[in-house]
Structure formats: C-alpha cells, structure tokens
C-alpha cells in the first residue's frame, strides 16, 4: 500500500482557492502551476530571514513615504499568460491598488523572491511569469546563499530591459516602483550572511 499523497490531476485557479490541501500538508506553501498545485519545500533559516528584512525594510519605507500602498508576505499573483490555471506565490508582493479582501493581491507593482537551492528553477520560471503580469514594474531577486541579486525592471516605455541589473556589495537596491533605497546588506542584516 502507497503513502503517497494523491493530488487533483488539474485545476482551475478558482478551484484551486477553495482546495483544501491533503491532510499534513496544510500549512505548506502551494502554487498552482499550469492547473497543479506544486508544494515548496520550508524555507531555511536564511531564506525567512531575508524574507523578514525585505518585509520589514519595505513596509517601514511604505508607511513613511506611501501610506496608500501595501506590501504582503508571500501573496498569490495571477499571471496574464496562463490566467485561468496559474496562481504563483511569490516571497513579498507590493500593490498601490485599495484592498478588496480578495484572495489574490491585485494589481502588484514590485514583487520580491529569495531563491533558494531547493527553488530555484521554479522561481526563475515564476519571475518570467511575473513579467507577464501588466502592473508589475520591478521584480527583485534576492540570494539566499550570498549577499547578492536581480532586479528586473521595466523601462520608461513599459517595455522589460533586456538584463537585469546585478547587485553586489557594496551595490544599493534602488526600487523606482516605491521610491525606495537601501544597501544590499541591509536586506541580510538579520541572517548569518550579515557582513560585520
């Protein structure tokens, strides 16, 4: 007799919204992936660290600089290619538009993620989807296994340049999206990549 967990074969995102996922696997972070929910593995100690930071760095900027907008920990964003059957969770979401109590956030103007080893593949395929998603003007990546990252960003005509800029330290991440800026270190500031 398996133990293995059966899951739906394919669903759509409204299915997925009101799915109840199998028993010991609640509490798991799930995306819905071309009509599959796929379960990520727990995030290491680094990863919820980095994660914190760039929560805490942003929302303490939002609230000085942007009361209006809005930043969440891993929200659900709808890609506009592959609408009907995908659902992504990525690391942080920040959105201008009012709430509505929805269960995805709506409108997201940057959008965070940490990769992670165990991620990775899928997070770069998720970052591509998200360039998809029109309100997005930033995506930025963040390593959880050095002080380093991406960030993708829409130029004055609307259009995804071509490479994303690479951060290093002494690098400052400069999001035009909320006006915000800040050293890259201070994103680490809390995990064991710290710097002094």
Same mark, same amino acid.
């Given at each position: 007799?398996?133990?293995?967990?059966?899951?739906?074969l !394919?669903?759509?995102?409204?299915?997925? %919204?009101? *799915?109840?996922? +199998?028993? =010991?696997?609640?509490g798991?972070?799930? &995306?819905?992936?071309? =009509?599959?929910?796929?379960?990520?593995?727990?995030?290491?100690? $680094? &990863?919820?660290?980095? %994660?914190? %930071?760039?929560?805490?760095?942003?929302?303490? &900027?939002?609230r @000085?600089?942007? +009361? !209006?907008?809005?930043?969440?920990?891993? /929200?659900?964003?709808i +890609?506009?290619? =592959?609408?009907?059957? @995908?659902? !992504?969770?990525?690391?942080?979401?920040?959105?201008?538009?009012?709430?509505?109590?929805?269960?995805?956030?709506?409108k +997201?103007?940057?959008?965070?993620?940490?990769? #992670? /080893? #165990?991620?990775?593949?899928?997070?770069?395929?998720?970052?591509?989807?998200?360039?998809?998603? /029109?309100?997005?003007?930033?995506?930025?990546s !963040?390593? #959880?296994?050095?002080?380093?990252?991406?960030?993708?960003r829409? $130029?004055a005509?609307g $259009? *995804?340049?071509? $490479?994303?800029?690479?951060?290093?330290?002494?690098? *400052?991440?400069?999001?035009?999206?909320? =006006?915000?800026?800040?050293?890259?270190?201070?994103?680490?500031?809390?995990?064991?990549?710290? %710097?002094?």
């Amino acid at each position: 007799m398996s133990n293995a967990v059966r899951l739906p074969l !394919l669903m759509s995102v409204e299915e997925f %919204q009101d *799915w109840d996922p +199998p028993a =010991g696997l609640e509490g798991r972070r799930w &995306h819905l992936v071309d =009509g599959e929910p796929v379960c990520m593995a727990p995030a290491s100690e $680094d &990863h919820s660290m980095i %994660q914190g %930071q760039a929560f805490f760095l942003i929302q303490l &900027h939002l609230r @000085n600089t942007r +009361p !209006l907008c809005r930043v969440g920990i891993t /929200p659900g964003v709808i +890609p506009r290619v =592959g609408s009907k059957t @995908n659902q !992504l969770v990525p690391d942080i979401g920040i959105t201008c538009a009012p709430a509505t109590g929805s269960k995805t956030m709506k409108k +997201p103007v940057l959008l965070v993620e940490i990769i #992670s /080893p #165990s991620n990775r593949k899928m997070t770069e395929r998720n970052i591509l989807a998200y360039t998809t998603i /029109p309100s997005v003007r930033e995506i930025l990546s !963040l390593d #959880s296994l050095s002080v380093a990252g991406k960030l993708y960003r829409r $130029d004055a005509a609307g $259009d *995804w340049e071509d $490479d994303p800029e690479t951060l290093d330290p002494p690098a *400052w991440v400069r999001l035009t999206s909320i =006006g915000f800026k800040a050293p890259l270190a201070d994103f680490y500031a809390t995990s064991s990549l710290a %710097q002094g």
